[in-house]
């Protein structure tokens, strides 16, 4: 069965899309924030310090959708629904892999220029479990072949379990960490 949503670009010049990209960044960066603050609060959880920074982070997609996925290396991939209202519920972005932003170990261990980061995978609560997330990743990896990246790499915060055995049932492994980010993460990657 397909899921009720058509996946597609951005359209940087559609007042209407933008609107729509930066409500539903918004509600990933909400999301995000509280359930780190949760984590954070468990033992294992990152420092109140570190949840800011990674936090701070994200602000950029949320607040400029269009300069942050602007590049033609980029893109970040709209979810509309088809069925019920109609509306953006759900989004996904292609980065390529920074050497700027990389994990001291990964310089040099791969080659970077062939290597995407699929980032703020995102769905509508009211969308969770009828496929939206599998059609967003799917998306995506095939937005990224045909951009000629060979390798797309992913992290995750460790208690988004669902989110980690739907990537591994995708045919996702375990990754050496490449993006440094302040907070713990598991890394996963594919070939594309």
Known sequence: MRPPVTVRPLDPGDALDLAAARRVLGDYLDTTAVE????????????????????????????DPVSAYAPDDCVLLIAESTSGPPGVVGCVGITPVDEAHTHPSATGS????????????????????????????????EWARSHGY???????????TGAIALYRSMGFRDGAAVVDHPVCTVPLECDL
Do not use: K, Q, W
């Open 36 to 63: 780190m603050l949760e984590a954070r609060d468990e033992a294992a959880g990152s420092t109140r310090a570190e949840v800011d920074d990674f936090l701070r982070g994200i602000m950029p997609d949320v607040l």
């Open 110 to 141: 791969a080659d970077l220029a062939v290597t995407c980061e699929m980032n703020r995978l995102y769905v509508a609560p009211s969308h969770r479990g009828g496929g939206v997330a599998r059609a967003l990743i799917d998306s995506s990896r």
């Open 150 to 160: 060979r390798r797309m790499i992913l992290d995750v915060v460790p208690y988004r």
